[in-house]
């Protein structure tokens, strides 16, 4: 019996590759394609793209972003120093492209898209599910409203309100994120499908997991989370996160 290492990761290179490794969060290039999708009748003439070049899964995605998107990339620039980014955010400013697309988490997100509104951009901002937090609510403020991302259905306002209910008291009022509610539903549904208890790797892939807080998932033949992972778009309305 090997030991299953769960692993949360949206790294494409990391899916597929080891026997026993699960991965708990759906690839990066599957948000992409979302995004790609949601944008395919926005008629949009020209975009810009920031991304951590630090990550290796948000460069493969803002590579498969530019390569996909089908119309001029007036900017793609990996984001660094707060000067290198004024430059950018300024150069941005000039193209006036009809989105900006940021591959990057909440903590280095929000400073980003606060000082785009601050220099007056009034284009159309994107992200991904690594921007679904309060941090990102907190540190980008009024600046936050209007913009779109890819995530999970997961909310605390639908089937999830137990859990982050519970989650909220025992972290000072912080609210959960889909990191959180994949390792929730998996230890959940790994106990009431007994697939820990009966030390068979295989169990995890047989089971889908329908009652879950994050939509439902389950695990392909390689260890991945399969189409039973839902990637929905969501917009920052009235600081929420809703589907729309």
């Not at 150069?91 to 492209?97: A, G, L, T, V, W």
């Not at 779109?148 to 209910?165: G, R």
Request: glycine content about 8%.
């Amino acid at each position: 019996y090997n030991v299953p290492l769960f692993a949360v990761t949206s790294t494409p290179e990391l899916m597929g590759k080891v026997d026993s490794v699960f991965t708990l969060q759906p690839s990066v290039i599957r948000e992409v394609e979302t995004m790609l999708q949601f944008l395919k009748n926005k008629e949009f003439k020209k975009v810009a793209v920031l991304y951590d070049g630090s990550s290796d899964s948000l460069t493969a995605g803002a590579k498969y972003f530019r390569e996909h998107v089908g119309v001029p990339i007036v900017v793609f620039e990996s984001y660094g120093s707060d000067s290198d980014q004024n430059t950018v955010n300024l150069k941005i400013k000039n193209e006036s492209p009809d989105l900006v697309y940021i591959l990057g988490v909440d903590k280095a997100v929000g400073p980003i898209v606060r000082k785009l509104r601050e220099i007056k951009y009034t284009g159309n901002i994107a992200g991904f599910s690594g921007i679904e937090s309060d941090t990102f609510l907190t540190s980008t403020g009024s600046s936050s409203e209007g913009v779109i991302l890819t995530s999970v259905p997961f909310s605390c306002d639908s089937v999830a309100k137990k859990y982050c209910a519970r989650y909220k008291d025992t972290y000072n009022g912080r609210s959960p994120q889909q990191y959180g509610a994949f390792v929730y539903d998996l230890v959940h549904n790994s106990l009431k499908n007994n697939c820990i208890a009966n030390k068979k790797t295989s169990c995890f892939i047989e089971s889908v997991y329908k009652d879950t807080t994050t939509g439902g998932f389950g695990f392909d033949e390689f260890g991945d989370l399969g189409t039973e992972s839902k990637i929905v778009v969501k917009k920052i309305v009235n600081g929420k996160f809703i589907s729309i």
